[in-house]
């Protein structure tokens, strides 16, 4: 099967973001443990001096705020990585729908793609409702998939003629 390729940039942008969250999380669980630690010094300081109780206190809630923004980039970043993945899976779908050039169901695309028949239809679902595909149902009930544009050859519309206007009542 011939491939466009289109999805290789939507892996690398989602390699590129999951690598991204790694960092954000390993960033957020450091600044999680350097807050509770400053939150243990800041307890046992309680009693010895108020000031360095202040100043260890603060520093616990800067870590735990930054903790907080760094997992809130690496959620980001998560997400980021599941779109550009399922938009791979979808220009991956439309090159096999493409490349079969007939109609396709959800199971044939599971078996090309290697993947399960639930994840395989909404991928077709997903290119039916961005006008990528088109879909049919078959004889069998089932629904049969095709890329969008590709009309049978009796299902195109016949082109009419528009009768002509005589000539005295043009322009009335």
Do not use: N
């Amino acid at each position: 099967m011939r491939r466009s390729g289109d999805e290789l940039a939507d892996l690398v942008v989602a390699q590129r973001a999951r690598a991204i969250a790694v960092g954000w999380k390993a960033a957020g669980v450091l600044l999680g443990g350097v807050a509770l630690m400053a939150v243990g010094l800041a307890v046992l300081l309680w009693g010895l001096s108020r000031a360095a109780f202040a100043v260890v206190t603060v520093l616990a809630v800067g870590a735990a705020a930054l903790a907080a923004l760094t997992a809130r980039r690496s959620g980001r970043s998560d997400r980021e990585a599941r779109d550009r993945l399922d938009r791979a899976w979808q220009k991956a779908a439309a090159d096999v729908l493409r490349a079969r050039g007939d109609e396709v169901t959800a199971a044939q695309l599971a078996k090309a793609m290697h993947t399960d028949e639930a994840h395989a239809e909404a991928l077709l679902g997903q290119l039916s409702a961005l006008g990528q595909a088109r879909v049919d149902v078959r004889d069998d009930a089932d629904l049969g998939y095709r890329i969008a544009g590709d009309e049978l050859a009796g299902e195109a519309e016949p082109e009419r003629a528009v009768p002509e206007e005589p000539a005295g009542q043009r322009g009335r």
